[in-house]
C-alpha cells in the first residue's frame, strides 16, 4: 500500500540554524532519502519552498480567489513529503519515526487512495 508522509516543522527553526546546523540536518535527510531508496519503498518525495511563496485558490460564487501564502496560519507548516510503498501502516510509521523532522514537528502518515486500475 502506498503511504505519503507529510512533513510538518516551524520554518522559523531551520530560518535559526547555524549554516553547520544546516548542513548536518540536510546531512541527515540525505542519509534517510538514500535509506529509504535502498530499502526499496520510496517511490517520490520532494521538499517544499517556503509558506510565504504559497498561493491559496479558492472558488466562491464561480469567480476564482487567489490569496498569497498558505492556506491557514500554523505552528507547523508543510515542508515536504515522502510517497513510499509499504506492505501495511506500521512499516510506515517505522520510516515517518526515522524522519529527521519527527524530532521537531511532526510526520503525518496518511494512506493514498487506490482507485482501481483500468483493464
Known amino acids: 500500500m502506498k503511504y505519503v508522509l507529510l ?3 516551524e520554518e522559523q527553526l531551520a530560518a535559526q540554524m547555524s549554516p553547520e546546523a544546516m548542513q548536518a540536518f540536510m546531512g ?3 542519509t ?7 530499502a526499496g519503498v520510496r ?6 519552498q517556503p509558506t510565504s511563496t504559497a498561493t ?3 472558488v466562491k460564487q464561480g469567480k476564482a480567489l487567489t490569496t498569497h ?5 500554523t505552528k507547523e507548516q508543510l515542508g515536504g513529503f515522502y510517497l513510499i510503498e509499504c506492505a501495511n501502516l506500521d512499516e510506515a510509521i517505522e520510516w515517518a519515526v526515522k524522519c529527521p ?3 521537531y514537528g511532526s510526520i503525518e502518515v496518511r494512506p493514498v ?3 482501481g486500475q483500468p483493464q
Open 7 to 9: 512533513v510538518y516543522s
Open 28 to 30: 541527515e535527510y540525505a
Open 32 to 38: 534517510y532519502t538514500q535509506a529509504i531508496q535502498s
Open 43 to 48: 517511490r517520490a518525495g520532494e521538499a517544499l
Open 56 to 58: 491559496t485558490v479558492r
Open 69 to 73: 501564502g498558505p492556506f491557514a496560519e
Open 101 to 103: 523532522d519527527a524530532r
Open 113 to 115: 487512495m487506490e482507485y
